[in-house]
């Protein structure tokens, strides 16, 4: 079965760079979550997607913004990178469509950025 | 302010015994929980979950429990097989609040040892 995928794996970028990382959520899965999780750290909630529209943000810098595509694939765009971007970034997707606890996300093997 | 928490950072299980993983949460309007699994470099993969109006949900070796009047769940694994060792996330979230994301709590390290 398809599942989410991310783009890059792996990313390594010089402070002040721009990253973008891409998201294809499993098909028919309408609800795209993007965490962020340092070392050692729980996955912290960024920002999320239902049918093209922001529907939640959370801990999201104002340096990062991101959006859901007419296809439903996210990408999570990061500017003036700093050390402290360095993490593992995750998305998730969902369908709210479908009836049931939505709240059952599928998450991709995640981005690893690392900001040199 | 960390809503889910786990506090066992880690922990070592004999093979064929039971693991318990346990989980706080400290937000009343969290209703539904879930349990995720992490293996190095992969994401986190769906284990089970628990409905608010229920205090027990089973699949296979896996059982959680919730006690609501405590906010505490645990998830139980038996028998452990060496292929649990992973990370194990609690997550929560609320049904009645639309696309609700889940808040995650630290995790758990469990490591079965053969």
């Known amino acids: 079965a398809a599942g989410v995928i991310q783009s890059p794996r792996h990313l390594i970028k010089e402070k002040r760079e721009t990253a973008t990382l891409k998201c294809y959520p499993i098909?028919?899965?309408?609800?795209v979550y993007w965490y962020q999780q340092g070392p050692g750290q729980d996955p912290q909630f960024l920002i999320s997607?239902?049918?093209?529209?922001?529907?939640d943000k959370g801990s999201i810098p104002d340096r990062f913004s991101a959006q859901q595509f007419s296809d439903y694939h996210s990408e999570l765009n990061m500017s003036s990178l700093e050390l402290g971007d360095s993490a593992l970034y995750f998305c998730?997707?969902?369908?709210?469509?479908?009836?049931?606890?939505?709240?059952?996300?599928?998450f991709g093997s995640g981005t690893q950025l690392s900001v040199l | 302010d960390q809503q889910v928490k786990q506090n066992s950072p880690s922990l070592s299980v004999q093979e064929g015994r039971i693991s318990i993983l346990n989980c706080d949460y400290t937000n009343s309007m969290f209703d539904y929980f879930l349990w995720y699994k992490k293996y190095p470099a992969e994401g986190p993969t769906f284990l089970i979950s628990?409905?608010?109006?229920?205090d027990k949900n089973e699949d296979g070796r896996f059982t959680v429990f919730l006690n609501k009047s405590a906010k505490h769940l645990s998830l139980h694994i038996v028998p452990s097989q060496p292929g649990d060792s992973a990370v194990y996330f609690c997550a929560a979230s609320r049904t009645n609040f639309g696309n609700e994301k889940l808040t995650f709590g630290t995790g758990t390290r469990l490591t079965i040892i053969p």
């Open positions: 998730a997707s969902s369908s709210a469509s479908r009836g049931g606890p939505f709240q059952k996300l599928f």
């Open positions: 628990i409905s608010s109006i229920k």
């Open positions: 098909p028919r899965h309408d609800t």
């Open positions: 997607f239902y049918e093209k529209m922001q529907s």
